[in-house]
């Protein structure tokens, strides 16, 4: 079992039970599926859907791990994290 503090080789994100994915430490590497793409686990919201930032996706874009971090800790954290990076 995956010990929620540390850090393991990159994760299979496909392959893990939901309640194995809940304690995924953030930051974790993870992909989707044997070859898929490669991200960083940033946590699950409420409702139990992964949030991952997909390295593809993240380049060239300041504040993206941030602001999804803010989004897989629930919508306060999200409002807090918009007011302090407005303008920015």
Excluded: C, F
């Excluded at 992909?31 to 409702?47: E, M, S, V």
């Excluded at 139990?48 to 989004?71: C, F």
């Amino acid at each position: 079992m995956i010990h929620p503090t540390q850090y393991t080789p990159t994760l299979d994100i496909w392959s893990l039970p939901p309640e194995i994915r809940a304690k995924i430490q953030p930051g974790q590497w993870v992909k989707a599926g044997p070859n898929g793409a490669r991200g960083r686990y940033l946590g699950q919201t409420k409702t139990g859907s992964d949030v991952v930032a997909w390295e593809h996706n993240a380049r060239g874009k300041p504040g993206y791990l941030s602001t999804l971090r803010a989004y897989a800790k629930g919508a306060a954290a999200l409002r807090k994290h918009v007011i302090k990076n407005k303008g920015n």
